[in-house]
Nanobody
Framework: QVQLVESGGGSVQPGGSLRLSCSAP????????MGWFRQAPGKEREGLAI????????DYADSVRGRFTISRDNAENTLYLQMNSLKPEDTAMYYC??????????????????????WGQGTQVTVSS
């Protein structure tokens, strides 16, 4: 079992920024694919970003590429999602997730299918004026 705990959500005005955090066991950072997802009310869960291979590889869904950045601090055992230029349509519950995919291709495929094995409880992000 992999315990993941998100934090950092809140309310922000359009155009603003937020940084989400996800604490995870240390071993996940070296050997697991980790990702950020979101789900808005009445919508399907959406994969946003992944980080893999000790942080050397990242990739993003087209919907957030260029605005969101996934990163991690191995010393702090923390995964981050920096979100800039936020829009009202970014309002959702945000989740971090992890799984033991063994290559970047599988990691990205499962991001798009939103079927990672381990999930946090989520943190709410609301973008509104």
């Amino acid at each position: 079992q992999v315990q993941l705990v998100e934090s950092g959500g809140g309310s922000v005005q359009p155009g603003g920024s937020l940084r989400l955090s996800c604490s995870a066991p240390a071993y996940t950072y070296s050997s697991y694919c980790m990702g950020w997802f979101r789900q808005a009310p009445g919508k399907e869960r959406e994969g946003l970003a992944i980080i893999y291979a000790g942080g050397r590889m990242t990739d993003y869904a087209d919907s957030v590429r260029g605005r969101f950045t996934i990163s991690r601090d191995n010393a702090e055992n923390t995964l981050y999602l920096q979100m800039n230029s936020l829009k009202p349509e970014d309002t959702a519950m945000y989740y971090c997730a992890a799984d033991s995919w063994t290559n970047m291709g599988d990691c990205y495929a499962h991001l798009l299918r939103t079927d990672f094995g381990y999930w946090g409880q989520g943190t709410q992000v609301t973008v509104s004026s």
